[in-house]
């Protein structure tokens, strides 16, 4: 099935910035839709960005659209998560995971195929 490792995460001030990876062993996932979703304590996860098998499609949630950018490099079989102007409000467990269908990530997200294990961002005011 392979799995997906997240890594790069921390304690950053606000207005500053963080990239995150994401690693996949076992398999290979360049012809998988990938997401970034995100867990902030006591809320829902929700969608982030998502990026197309090709890389030349993207997707953003709202909230961070402008500050975030989502990419991919299938030779190295990790994702990228470049996270600038940080706030507060990005504070959460940022997950990757990995699908067949991009549709499945947004808006609503459906069962995804496989998921990281999650790495925490603590955004300091």
């Known amino acids: 099935q392979g799995q997906l490792v997240e890594s790069g995460g921390g304690l950053v001030q606000a207005g500053g910035s963080l990239r995150l990876s994401c690693a996949a062993s076992?398999?290979?996932?360049?012809?998988?839709?990938m997401g970034w979703f995100r867990q902030a304590p006591g809320k829902e996860r929700e969608f982030v960005a998502a990026?197309?098998?090709?890389?030349?499609?993207?997707h953003y949630a709202d909230s961070v659209k402008g500050r975030f950018t989502v990419s991919r490099d299938n030779a190295k079989n990790t994702v990228y998560l470049q996270m600038n102007g940080l706030k507060p409000e990005d504070t959460a467990v940022y997950y990757c995971?990995?699908?067949?269908?991009?549709?499945?990530?947004?808006?609503?997200?459906?069962?995804?195929?496989?998921w990281g294990q999650g790495t925490l961002v603590t955004v300091s005011s």
């Open positions: 995971a990995a699908d067949r269908y991009m549709a499945s990530m947004y808006p609503v997200t459906g069962y995804l195929e496989v």
């Open positions: 076992g398999r290979t996932f360049s012809s998988y839709a």
């Open positions: 990026i197309h098998w090709s890389g030349d499609n993207t």
